[in-house]
């Protein structure tokens, strides 16, 4: 009943090329890292929305229309960084600082949010939780963390992606998911404006 739609939503195989670039100069014990720490990541958000996250909303005056806008344009400047990856690969000592400092990076943002937590996922854990009594939100809850541990263990399988492709099909799929990456931002830019554009009735 929830299942389904939460795992259409966050759509694990589609995050899969971006955890995968992200994470293509890592050894497999630093993505298993990224991997657990971007899903714990997501599911906390996830679960703070789904429970308080109207509430959240309503009283800093904060829409569904204007988070849509807001993790677009994170989800934007991921995009350019990527493309312009493929044309520069990152050297040793960036990839060695990139290393230490990935927990606090990457997996945050833009794997947790707005990749896996993102906008659509937000509003739909939202609209569950204010459509359906008490009783059924733990089901949500579940359908949530059952979503997001299908989703880590795709994730653990990227290494064996990444050693068939190789570092030079890595650079090529880098530039190539950085354009998707920013045409799916542009489009939650666009869907955002246009429910705001809609809300105030000019469409």
């Known amino acids: 009943m929830f299942f389904i739609p939460i795992f259409v939503v966050i759509d ?43 509430f959240i909303l309503d009283y800093l ?12 344009l994170l989800m934007l400047m991921s995009g350019f960084e990527m493309m312009r990856e493929g044309d520069k690969p990152r050297s040793k000592k960036n990839r060695d ?24 996922a937000l509003s739909l854990v ?7 009594p008490l009783s059924m939100w733990g089901m949500i809850i579940l359908s949530v963390a059952l979503t ?21 099909g890595s650079r090529a799929l880098t530039r190539i998911m950085g354009l998707l990456v ?8 666009l869907n955002g404006l246009a429910g705001w ?3 105030i009735g000019l469409v």
């Open 126 to 132: 939202i609209v569950m939780t204010q459509s359906n």
């Open 148 to 168: 997001l541990f299908i989703t880590m263990l795709i994730f653990f399988q990227a290494s064996r992606i990444y050693s068939f492709i190789g570092e030079t």
């Open 197 to 199: 554009l809609s809300h």
């Open 97 to 120: 600082a990139e290393r230490m400092d990935v927990d606090g990076n990457i997996a945050v943002v833009p794997l947790g949010t707005p990749m896996l937590a993102g906008p659509g």
């Open 182 to 189: 920013a045409a799916f931002a542009i489009q939650y830019i």
């Open 61 to 72: 005056g904060i829409s569904i229309d204007a988070l849509m806008i807001a993790g677009g």
């Open 12 to 54: 694990p195989f589609a995050s899969l090329p971006l955890f995968l670039t992200l994470t293509a100069n890592m050894d497999e014990v630093q993505r298993r890292k990224v991997a657990k720490l971007a899903n714990t990541v997501a599911f906390i958000f996830l679960v703070v929305f789904a429970l308080v996250g109207k």
